[in-house]
């Protein structure tokens, strides 16, 4: 079946602009999530939704950055003013999120590059 | 809070030959356990999972791991590696008790070289 979809798969914008990156979940999988990828600090956590949960966003670096999930399945992340440090892939992750099936499920990811 | 280590950033080892890549983790309570692989300018790709049960699990293209809770590891192995095996290839971890969080810890990743 269909996995992760994200887009774009790479997005080059000038700091101070905002951004937007798209990411739709495998179908029927409950819960999202949102890493960020850099060589310097490795595989961060940002967001997570759960179902009609309130999400938890413990892992946004700051104010600048926020996330939405509509209807339960497509996510939007939101960048504001972008400084050249938000350099980084942005991925997403999907997972039913059932006892005994944790694993998360992963999307290409998007290449934000800001000059 | 949760934690990661994977202590070598290269492993590097002959097609044919077993590989072993590391990893230790902390949590509180039982831990979840999971090993993905990267090739380049690509997603993360599950391999393998420790929830529960048996210590020694099987998971794609041949991988398996052992889950050693008085050592708190959870070491990837192949019993004969591949070139095309050539990847990034990470640890993470979630705790399994109620109210732990959700999210993944990953460990730095360590980059496997098979070589011909």
């Known amino acids: 079946g269909a996995g992760v979809s994200q887009s774009p798969s790479n997005k080059v914008t000038e700091k101070g602009k905002d951004v937007e990156l798209r990411c739709d979940p495998i179908s029927g999988h409950t819960a999202l999530y949102w890493y960020r990828q850099s060589l310097g600090q490795g595989l961060e956590f940002l967001i997570y939704?759960?179902?009609?949960?309130?999400?938890?966003k413990s892992g946004l670096p700051s104010d600048r950055f926020s996330a939405e999930r509509t209807g339960g399945s497509v996510s939007t992340l939101t960048i504001q003013r972008t400084q050249q440090e938000d350099s980084a892939v942005y991925l997403c992750a999907s997972s039913l999120a059932q006892q005994g099936s944790y694993e998360q499920y992963f999307g290409p990811g998007t290449r934000l590059t800001v000059t | 809070a949760q934690s990661v280590a994977q202590p070598e950033d290269q492993v590097n080892v002959a097609e044919g030959n077993p590989l072993t890549v590391k990893c230790t983790y902390s949590v509180s309570g039982n831990p979840y356990l999971f090993w993905y692989v990267q090739y380049p300018n690509r997603g993360l790709q599950f391999l393998l999972k420790?929830?529960?049960?048996?210590?020694l699990v099987k998971g794609s293209y041949g991988f398996e791991a052992e889950f050693n809770k008085s050592q708190t590891s959870f070491h990837l192995k192949k019993p004969s590696a591949l070139v095309s095996d050539s990847a990034l290839y990470f640890c993470?971890?979630?705790?399994?008790?109620?109210?732990?969080?959700?999210?993944?810890?990953f460990g730095s990743g360590t980059q496997l070289t098979v070589l011909p």
């Open positions: 993470a971890v979630r705790g399994g008790t109620s109210g732990s969080a959700r999210q993944l810890t």
């Open positions: 939704f759960q179902g009609n949960s309130a999400p938890d």
């Open positions: 420790y929830i529960t049960g048996d210590n």
